[in-house]
C-alpha cells in the first residue's frame, strides 16, 4: 500500500493555514486509507472549524446528521481499536503462558573475549567487530551478569 501521499499532505497543511472552509470528497476510501486514518483526518478538521463532505455516502459534517454518522464512525472506530489492543493483549499473555520467550534475542557475545581484547587496548568497535556484533552489544554484554541474562520475560 502507498504510504506516501503528497497531495494529501498538502492538502492537511493548506488546512493548517485555513485556505479552505471544507473538504468535498467523492467516497471515504478516496480520501483516506483506513477508517482509523479518516478518523484521525476528520478529527482534525473538526479543531480547525473544517466541514467534510462524502458525496458518495451523502456525508456532510455541516448538518447534524452528517455530525451524528461521523459520531458514530468515531464510536466503531474506538471499539475496534480496543477489540484490536485486547486480542494482542491475550495473545502475549496465551504466548507467555505456553513459555514462548518474547521480544528480540540477545546476540550472544562471550565476555572472557571480550575482557582479553579490551585488555589487549582494543577500542569498543574493534571488539565488537571481531565478534560479529555492535559495539553497543559488546559494551552491554561485558558489564552483564548471569543474573541479568536469565530474566527475559519474566513480569
Known sequence: MKESRPELNKLLADAHLRRFDAVVCWRFDRFARSVSHLLRALEKFKAL?????????????????????????????????NLIAERVKAGLRNARAKGKILGRPRK?????????????GASWRAVGTALGVSAATAFCASARTPLKTKRRNAK
Open 49 to 81: 472549524g473544517i466541514e467534510f463532505v462524502s458525496l458518495s455516502e451523502q456525508v456532510d459534517t455541516s448538518t447534524p446528521t452528517g455530525k451524528m454518522v461521523f459520531t458514530v464512525l468515531g464510536a466503531v472506530a474506538e471499539l475496534e481499536r
Open 108 to 120: 550472544i557475545a562471550n565476555s572472557d573475549e571480550i575482557k582479553r581484547l579490551r585488555s589487549q
